[in-house]
């Protein structure tokens, strides 16, 4: 049987999970509450993707801004971005306790086999708000087929995903989980830029959502399609979803991309146009934080200085 330190970042396993801040107790869930499915009601259920390998952020460039204490250069060398400490608790409780404020009762993460820590630390908690449960990506196939390993928990029900790098706004999470059938949070590229993290480099990368005037969406366009200037103003796709069960069939029957991975815009743009899926678009002028790399830490780390966790 494997130990609650097994496969842990050698500095953090020295010392101990407790020891390097993070406690681990016993997982006790909230009371079980019975849940009818019906895609048209208020989502609970919430997805977070957080299989990917954390290959820039094990990369020590030295573009850290702020020197890393022990614990998250640890934690950064082992790529578990979702279990970087921020202000002393691990990442991932940020996004949960911001889903929590949300309405979202029920959340899911999907990490790989090789992440048995990550689902430890988690089930050491004591949450009151949600409850938290796993799927397994048995092999980092792309975001499409992550969705799929969380099929199961899902069920019949309307459900949101995100990245598990990414702090987006509560507003997104509340108004994407109010409304009925699926949807898309879209983020002007400019906020992003100037109120958040990332460059305006790598958001002109990002797909950008276009939709009609009663705010459905009509095309989810690679930016290399868009014939727009790098610099202009445009509605993105942060990968912010909220989905019905529909994804699933998309998810199937979508080719992999060139570079052998099932991706979730492809599967999205798949059940826009081959299975009739509708998409509303919510379009919000704020950032999204953003944990992909080691420089992103100090600036991530001064942002949510204060906020309030509450699982």
Known sequence: MRGPHHGWPAAVARKGIAAAGFGYRHFRPPPFRRYFPAVSARARKAVILARGLGTRMRRDDGAAAAPLDERQQATAAAGLKVLMPIGGRPFVEYVVSALADAGYEDVCLVIGPDRPMVREYLEGLEPTRVRIAFAVQQEP?????????????????????????????????????????????????????????????????????????????????????????????????????????????????????????????????????RLGERFRVLPFRAPVLDLTARGDISFVTGRLAGARVLL
């Open 141 to 273: 196939r792309g975001t499409a087929d992550a969705v799929l390993a969380a099929e199961r928990f899902a069920g019949p029900d309307r459900f949101l995903v995100i990245n598990s790098d990414n702090y987006y706004p509560v507003e997104a999470y509340r108004g994407l989980g109010e409304g009925a059938g699926a949807g898309i949070a879209a983020f002007w590229r400019r906020a992003l830029v100037a109120e958040g993290n990332l460059s305006l480099e790598r958001v002109a990368k990002f797909p950008i959502v276009e939709h009609d005037a009663a705010g459905w969406a009509t095309r989810l366009v690679e930016p290399e399609d868009a014939r727009l200037a790098p610099d202009a103003d445009a509605l993105i796709s942060m990968n912010c979803w909220m989905f019905t069960p529909t994804i699933f069939r998309a998810c199937r029957e979508i080719a992999p991309s060139p570079n052998g991975e099932l991706e979730i815009q492809a599967a999205v743009r798949h059940a826009m146009t």
